[in-house]
């Protein structure tokens, strides 16, 4: 599935969405983005530079570290893959690819959201993404 593909797909089903990206873990980098309103390239560039350190900060890595250490994992696979946060006015939820774990999805909802559905919707788009 496109990048294009991909936001149209969140904008459409996740319900009450205002704007949809992916981002590009390996180089912090937005691949593309689609919203309701317009918003500087500035604020676009500071969230994927957050997602990634949401995902890939130095802190998250060495908790997931440990976490591999203490239950004898040893694997290069990311420990997590679905974060949501609650904003003032807002439902953030980004999820990894399935199929493409370096690249993260990432759905902005109004606050009266049903959180569920939006979660669920979510991973029906992240999941369904392979060719």
Known sequence: MSVDTILVKLMNDVPKAVAAGVVDMGTGMLLGVKTVD??????????????????????VTQIENTFKRVRGVQTSERYFKEIIVMSTNLVHVFARLKQHQD???????????????????????????AP
């Open 38 to 59: 317009s918003h500087p390239q500035e604020v676009l560039d500071l969230v994927a530079a957050a997602t990634k350190d949401l995902f890939e900060g130095d802190n």
């Open 103 to 129: 690249t993260v999805a990432v759905v902005i909802c109004r606050n009266d959201v049903n959180l569920g559905l939006a979660l669920v919707k979510t991973r029906a788009v992240v999941a369904a993404e």
